[in-house]
């Protein structure tokens, strides 16, 4: 899920602490949130040479919006039905779309087609801008808790893809019908040690490689999902699956059944939080909001078509029997090497991915204490290790401390909870409606200065009651999924 984006989220994460001048260290907060920050401001907007087209800006999407949710739409689907599912997809890809629009008009304030006082390069600043504090306060508390969201998700993920690669070699080995059960827990703590070491790294700014391998990655696998569900269909000669989905015992479970696969499906489609990022790249002319507008609707066209095919191709393969994550149910055996190798892209996706979403986090919190105590030598002061045959490390005690405690934590939390469809549907339905639909809603409006009676307010108004209501029954589906998935 959700990479391509190293420019976008860990430019904020940067620098970290890594010096002794407390004063050049603005918590993340506050850097974000100053009217006069540079990412805002004309001067420094015009400073930075804008040299990216359509093809670039949607490359960016694409990349950012295939990843792991794409794993669980199968099981999606299964839930839903054959009408449905592809409807609730469409849905989705709308409301996407809609955002899309929404925030084209909000990268320049106060006026969105001349500005000119500023550029709103990140989706903060818009709420800022726009909103004013007091909602930029709420939105930052929201985009904090996706990072967050983010790093138990791929614990989880990481976890049950080392361990599929494990049970596919041995069912390889001892046949089919062959035993083959193993922990999830192990695996989570060694993702876990692994991102204790690569946490103490400062920051990527300069290693845009690793975009480049999450981005070959992600659609390695979710190629590969795609693949050996056609092929299983066209083996099976027959297109599994039925127009109410899968059976429930009782209605009430089944309504539960189709609240937690809205929230996986609301994990897998969101772009809004780096949409004004990618905008913010564009040359013009021609306007940025006229190329951002076609730029969103090939991209949300691709995506939906790469949902719809991992989400159809596997429910036609496996019917009622679609596991909840397409590459470790175990659906495919075989050829086990193809399934192996398309787990382990899973896992180095994510290593990967956990990072870009931690960064900016860690900033957030290690620049507020470099503000907060300015004469610590524990937190500003940095040794430098310099291992035999290897170049010399900077290691410092504030941020070994911090974020192996925040490493710690999110893998205890995964290790508690570990739970793959019911975490991703808490996970997408918690800030879907917030990031998605209400901010980008709030900031047209008051952008184009719209009064509350006018037809347009009205109808913007109902379809963000209606998306809150969807998305409050996704949320508590979910979470009751967890909840029965722990205490059963």
């Keep these: 899920m959700k990479l391509g984006i190293i420019r976008y989220y860990t430019v904020q994460a940067m620098p970290l602490v890594v010096d002794e001048d407390a004063d050049s260290h603005m918590p993340f907060l506050e850097a974000n949130y100053a009217s006069s920050s540079s990412s805002s401001s004309p001067s420094s907007s015009t400073a930075l040479k804008r040299t990216g087209n359509e093809w670039t800006a949607l490359a960016h999407i694409v990349t950012a919006v295939i990843g792991s949710g794409v794993l669980s739409l199968a099981w999606s689907m299964a839930q839903l039905g054959w009408i449905a599912g592809p409807l609730t997809m469409l849905s989705f890809a709308c409301v996407t779309l809609t955002s899309a629009f929404l925030l084209c008009n909000c990268y320049l304030s106060p006026d969105s087609d001349t500005g000119p006082d500023n550029r709103n390069a990140s989706y903060l600043d818009a709420v800022l801008n726009i909103l004013g504090e007091r909602n930029v306060w709420f939105c930052g508390i929201i985009v904090r808790i996706n990072f967050i969201k983010v790093a138990i998700v791929y614990t989880i993920t990481s976890a049950i893809s080392i361990r599929a690669i494990q049970k596919s070699n041995c069912y390889h080995d001892q ?71 899968l059976p429930s015992s009782t209605a009430a479970e089944k309504l539960w059944l ?24 564009l040359k013009a002319p021609p306007p940025e909001k006229i190329t951002m507008k076609k730029v969103s609707i090939m991209a949300v066209c691709i995506t939906t078509f790469f949902n719809l095919c991992c989400g159809g191709f596997g429910y036609a393969a496996f019917g009622n029997s679609t596991p909840g994550n397409l590459l470790t149910g175990f659906g495919f055996y075989e050829p086990y090497w193809l399934v192996d190798f398309a787990n382990a892209c899973v896992v180095l996706h994510l290593v990967g991915g956990y990072q870009i979403f931690s960064q900016p986090l860690f900033a957030d919190i290690e620049r507020w204490f470099a503000r907060k105590f300015p004469e610590s030598k524990f937190i500003h002061k940095n040794h430098t290790l310099k ?102």
Aim: hydrophobic share 55%; net charge positive.
């Design 175 to 245: 046949g089919h019908d062959a035993t083959c059960q193993y922990g999830s827990t192990i695996y989570m703590v060694i993702f876990g040690l692994i991102q204790v070491i690569v946490s103490q790294i400062p920051d990527f700014q300069n290693m845009k490689w690793l975009s480049v391998v999450a981005a070959v990655m992600s659609f390695t696998y979710s190629i590969i999902g795609s693949a050996l569900g056609l092929a299983k269909v066209i083996e099976n000669g027959e297109i599994k699956g039925s127009i109410t989905g």
């Design 258 to 281: 189709v609240a937690q696969a809205l929230g996986d499906i609301a994990f897998a489609f969101p772009f809004s939080l780096i949409f004004l990022e990618i905008q913010d790249t």
């Design 387 to 488: 291992p035999l045959l290897m170049l010399p490390l900077k290691l410092n005690f504030m941020r070994l401390a911090f974020r192996t405690a925040y490493v710690a934590l999110i893998t205890g939390i995964a290790v508690l909870f570990p739970y793959f469809n019911q975490v991703v549907g808490v996970s997408g339905a918690i800030t879907f409606w917030p990031v998605v639909v209400y901010f980008p809603v709030e900031m047209y409006l008051t952008q184009k200065k719209t009064e509350s009676w006018k037809p347009k307010a009205i109808v913007l108004r109902v379809y963000t009651m209606v998306c809150l209501i969807v998305i409050l029954y996704a949320f508590v589906g979910s979470i009751r999924g967890v909840i029965v998935a722990r205490f059963s």
